[in-house]
């Protein structure tokens, strides 16, 4: 079993920058790919990044690829999303996940039915 549990969220200005965190509890959390979802006013929840369990590598939505950043402490059982030049569009809840893909062979997947565990998520709203 793992709890995540999303902090860091708030208002801001077009421009800014803010980062998430999403504190984890269980042994396990190395070896679960970490995710960011997140979801607007009136719409579906969305993929926005992911960090492998297995390879470390990151993967981004084309809407936030250049401007945000996962980031995952294995000691601190902690991921961060680090969010600069936010627009007003990225306002959203934005939810954390895990996956607990089992073989580092199986693809990364950025379907939140995939997903296992989540956080109660976190609101940030950037006003233009």
């Known amino acids: 079993q793992v709890q995540l549990v999303e902090s860091g969220g708030g208002l801001v200005q077009a421009g800014d920058s803010l980062r998430l965190s999403c504190a984890a509890s269980?042994?396990?959390?190395?070896?679960?790919?970490m995710g960011w979802f997140r979801q607007a006013p009136g719409k579906e929840r969305e993929f926005v990044t992911v960090?492998?369990?297995?390879?470390?590598?990151?993967y981004y939505a084309d809407s936030v690829k250049g401007r945000f950043t996962i980031s995952k402490d294995n000691a601190k059982n902690t991921v961060y999303l680090q969010m600069n030049s936010l627009k007003p569009e990225d306002t959203a809840v934005y939810y954390c996940?895990?996956?607990?893909?089992?073989?580092?062979?199986?693809?990364?997947?950025?379907?939140?039915?995939?997903?296992?565990?989540w956080g109660q998520g976190t609101q940030v709203t950037v006003s233009s």
């Open positions: 996940a895990a996956d607990a893909r089992r073989y580092s062979w199986a693809a990364v997947s950025m379907a939140q039915n995939d997903y296992d565990y």
């Open positions: 269980g042994r396990t959390f190395s070896s679960y790919d």
């Open positions: 960090k492998s369990w297995s390879s470390g590598r990151a």
